[in-house]
């Protein structure tokens, strides 16, 4: 689906993709189902150390 979209774009550093998703809000703030933790796409990116995405 395009939530799990979204993390994957904010994983790889793949700042065009995610802009792109990001632009409808409803991805901008999804949480990710597969995570205990929840974790935005914006916990991803982070984790992953894509600070170019942030």
Do not use: C, M, W, Y
Request: hydrophobic residues 45%; without cysteine.
């Amino acid at each position: 689906g395009k939530i799990h979209a979204v993390h994957i774009s904010a994983r790889e550093g793949n700042l065009r993709d995610l802009q792109s998703a990001l632009d409808r809000r409803k991805f901008a703030i999804a949480r990710d189902n597969a995570s205990p933790h929840g974790a935005t796409p914006l916990h991803v990116a982070v984790i992953f150390g894509h600070t170019s995405v942030i």
